[in-house]
Protein backbone atom coordinates (compact mmCIF):
# COMPACT_ATOMS: atom_id res chain seq x y z
CA UNK A 1 0.00 0.00 0.00
CA UNK A 2 1.52 3.50 -0.64
CA UNK A 3 2.59 5.54 1.89
CA UNK A 4 0.26 8.28 3.14
CA UNK A 5 1.48 11.97 2.43
CA UNK A 6 1.88 13.78 6.37
CA UNK A 7 -0.74 16.51 5.70
CA UNK A 8 0.39 18.09 9.16
CA UNK A 9 4.31 17.67 7.99
CA UNK A 10 2.93 19.98 4.90
CA UNK A 11 1.25 22.44 7.61
CA UNK A 12 4.87 22.72 9.69
CA UNK A 13 6.34 23.37 6.45
CA UNK A 14 4.54 25.94 5.72
CA UNK A 15 4.72 27.90 9.05
CA UNK A 16 7.98 27.72 8.77
CA UNK A 17 8.55 28.85 5.95
CA UNK A 18 5.94 32.06 6.68
CA UNK A 19 8.49 32.52 9.58
CA UNK A 20 11.76 32.35 7.41
CA UNK A 21 10.08 35.24 5.07
CA UNK A 22 9.38 37.02 8.12
CA UNK A 23 12.53 36.96 9.14
CA UNK A 24 14.05 38.27 5.81
CA UNK A 25 11.33 41.01 6.57
CA UNK A 26 12.64 41.88 9.79
CA UNK A 27 16.18 41.73 8.57
CA UNK A 28 15.80 44.25 5.89
CA UNK A 29 14.51 47.18 8.23
CA UNK A 30 17.44 48.96 7.88
CA UNK A 31 17.46 49.10 4.13
CA UNK A 32 15.92 52.40 2.09
CA UNK A 33 12.64 52.65 1.50
CA UNK A 34 12.46 51.63 -2.07
CA UNK A 35 14.85 48.35 -1.20
CA UNK A 36 12.43 47.45 1.90
CA UNK A 37 9.60 47.92 -0.68
CA UNK A 38 11.33 45.49 -2.99
CA UNK A 39 11.51 43.26 -0.12
CA UNK A 40 8.08 42.65 0.25
CA UNK A 41 7.60 42.13 -3.27
CA UNK A 42 9.77 38.93 -2.98
CA UNK A 43 8.27 37.90 0.38
CA UNK A 44 5.01 38.45 -1.24
CA UNK A 45 6.36 36.19 -3.96
CA UNK A 46 7.51 33.65 -1.77
CA UNK A 47 4.65 33.54 0.50
CA UNK A 48 2.65 32.25 -2.26
CA UNK A 49 4.90 29.83 -3.45
CA UNK A 50 4.93 28.18 0.07
CA UNK A 51 1.06 28.32 0.24
CA UNK A 52 0.30 27.25 -3.00
CA UNK A 53 2.90 24.48 -2.37
CA UNK A 54 1.00 23.86 1.01
CA UNK A 55 -2.54 23.79 -0.86
CA UNK A 56 -0.94 21.46 -3.05
CA UNK A 57 0.56 19.12 -0.52
CA UNK A 58 -2.71 19.04 1.46
CA UNK A 59 -4.85 18.24 -1.71
CA UNK A 60 -2.33 15.36 -2.57
CA UNK A 61 -2.39 14.00 1.03
CA UNK A 62 -5.88 14.00 0.40
CA UNK A 63 -6.76 12.30 -2.77
CA UNK A 64 -4.08 9.78 -1.33
CA UNK A 65 -5.66 8.97 1.88
CA UNK A 66 -9.23 8.17 -0.15
CA UNK A 67 -9.87 8.34 -4.16
CA UNK A 68 -13.89 7.89 -4.04
CA UNK A 69 -14.80 10.94 -4.32
CA UNK A 70 -12.68 11.42 -7.42
CA UNK A 71 -13.68 7.72 -8.47
CA UNK A 72 -17.63 9.38 -8.52
CA UNK A 73 -16.53 12.60 -10.06
CA UNK A 74 -14.66 11.00 -13.08
CA UNK A 75 -16.76 8.15 -13.55
CA UNK A 76 -13.27 5.90 -13.25
CA UNK A 77 -13.01 3.42 -10.95
CA UNK A 78 -9.35 4.26 -8.55
CA UNK A 79 -7.90 2.31 -6.25
CA UNK A 80 -8.63 3.10 -2.35
CA UNK A 81 -4.62 4.49 -2.13
CA UNK A 82 -2.89 6.00 -5.03
CA UNK A 83 0.81 7.22 -4.75
CA UNK A 84 1.93 10.88 -3.76
CA UNK A 85 3.17 10.97 -7.97
CA UNK A 86 -0.07 10.08 -9.08
CA UNK A 87 -2.11 11.50 -7.46
CA UNK A 88 -0.17 14.67 -8.11
CA UNK A 89 -0.37 14.25 -11.22
CA UNK A 90 -3.86 13.51 -11.22
CA UNK A 91 -3.91 17.59 -10.04
CA UNK A 92 -1.64 18.80 -11.97
CA UNK A 93 -1.07 16.50 -15.40
CA UNK A 94 1.64 17.77 -16.79
CA UNK A 95 1.58 21.16 -16.04
CA UNK A 96 1.74 23.09 -12.44
CA UNK A 97 -0.66 23.53 -10.20
CA UNK A 98 -2.49 26.62 -10.86
CA UNK A 99 -5.51 28.66 -9.07
CA UNK A 100 -7.56 32.23 -9.84
CA UNK A 101 -7.48 33.49 -6.27
CA UNK A 102 -9.63 31.86 -3.15
CA UNK A 103 -12.63 30.89 -5.29
CA UNK A 104 -10.45 29.41 -7.74
CA UNK A 105 -8.83 27.83 -4.95
CA UNK A 106 -12.25 26.52 -3.91
CA UNK A 107 -13.41 25.75 -6.83
CA UNK A 108 -10.42 23.81 -7.69
CA UNK A 109 -10.29 21.48 -4.57
CA UNK A 110 -13.91 20.75 -5.34
CA UNK A 111 -13.13 19.17 -8.39
CA UNK A 112 -11.47 16.91 -5.77
CA UNK A 113 -12.98 16.59 -3.05
CA UNK A 114 -16.07 16.68 -1.35
CA UNK A 115 -18.28 19.79 -0.06
CA UNK A 116 -17.94 19.37 3.27
CA UNK A 117 -14.01 17.75 3.55
CA UNK A 118 -12.17 19.54 6.38
CA UNK A 119 -9.59 21.09 3.45
CA UNK A 120 -12.67 22.70 1.15
CA UNK A 121 -14.68 24.17 4.50
CA UNK A 122 -11.32 25.71 6.15
CA UNK A 123 -10.39 27.72 2.67
CA UNK A 124 -13.54 28.63 2.15
CA UNK A 125 -14.16 30.18 5.78
CA UNK A 126 -15.09 33.57 5.77
CA UNK A 127 -12.13 34.38 8.00
CA UNK A 128 -9.41 34.04 5.66
CA UNK A 129 -11.08 35.35 2.61
CA UNK A 130 -9.43 38.78 2.90
CA UNK A 131 -6.09 37.22 3.44
CA UNK A 132 -6.14 34.85 0.67
CA UNK A 133 -7.76 37.52 -1.89
CA UNK A 134 -4.96 39.70 -0.86
CA UNK A 135 -1.90 36.93 -1.29
CA UNK A 136 -3.25 36.47 -4.87
CA UNK A 137 -3.77 39.68 -6.34
CA UNK A 138 -0.88 41.32 -4.33
CA UNK A 139 1.84 38.36 -5.47
CA UNK A 140 0.48 38.50 -9.17
CA UNK A 141 0.95 42.59 -8.49
CA UNK A 142 4.48 42.10 -7.30
CA UNK A 143 5.47 39.44 -10.12
CA UNK A 144 4.02 41.22 -12.91
CA UNK A 145 3.10 44.99 -12.18
CA UNK A 146 0.53 44.76 -15.27
CA UNK A 147 -2.47 47.09 -15.60
CA UNK A 148 -4.89 43.79 -15.26
CA UNK A 149 -2.79 42.95 -11.89
CA UNK A 150 -3.08 46.35 -10.84
CA UNK A 151 -6.59 47.23 -11.48
CA UNK A 152 -7.13 43.38 -9.20
CA UNK A 153 -5.13 44.62 -6.62
CA UNK A 154 -6.86 47.80 -6.37
CA UNK A 155 -10.07 45.91 -6.15
CA UNK A 156 -8.52 43.46 -3.49
CA UNK A 157 -7.49 46.05 -1.37
CA UNK A 158 -10.81 48.41 -2.04
CA UNK A 159 -8.51 51.30 -3.01
CA UNK A 160 -8.24 53.61 -5.63
CA UNK A 161 -4.89 54.85 -5.46
CA UNK A 162 -2.06 52.27 -4.77
CA UNK A 163 2.03 52.62 -5.41
CA UNK A 164 4.01 48.85 -6.13
CA UNK A 165 2.45 46.04 -3.92
CA UNK A 166 5.36 45.61 -1.87
CA UNK A 167 5.13 49.45 -0.50
CA UNK A 168 0.75 48.71 0.27
CA UNK A 169 2.09 45.46 2.48
CA UNK A 170 5.13 47.29 4.18
CA UNK A 171 2.57 49.63 5.67
CA UNK A 172 0.16 49.05 8.74
CA UNK A 173 1.68 45.74 9.21
CA UNK A 174 -0.23 44.15 6.57
CA UNK A 175 2.34 41.61 5.25
CA UNK A 176 2.15 40.45 8.49
CA UNK A 177 -1.36 40.09 9.29
CA UNK A 178 -1.77 37.99 5.91
CA UNK A 179 1.00 35.69 6.94
CA UNK A 180 -0.27 35.62 10.48
CA UNK A 181 -4.04 34.56 9.02
CA UNK A 182 -2.43 31.82 6.43
CA UNK A 183 -0.17 30.62 9.91
CA UNK A 184 -3.61 30.36 11.39
CA UNK A 185 -5.17 28.25 8.06
CA UNK A 186 -2.45 26.12 8.07
CA UNK A 187 -3.02 25.07 12.01
CA UNK A 188 -6.41 24.58 11.57
CA UNK A 189 -5.40 22.50 8.46
CA UNK A 190 -3.13 20.37 11.05
CA UNK A 191 -5.62 20.16 13.79
CA UNK A 192 -8.27 18.52 11.21
CA UNK A 193 -5.77 16.16 8.72
CA UNK A 194 -5.64 12.14 10.21
CA UNK A 195 -2.11 12.29 9.64
Not at 185 to 191: R, V
Amino acid sequence: MPKKKSIKGSANKFKAEADKILAFLTASAGLGDEHVSWCHDLAIIRLYRAFESLMLDTLVGALNNDTSTLSTRTGFSFPKHLTDEVCRFLVTGRGYFDFKGRDGLIKTLKQYLPDDHYLVEVVSKLGYRNSLELLSAARNYAAHESQQSKSAFKKATGQDRVGAAGSWLKRQNRFQTIADRLKAMADEIHAEAPY
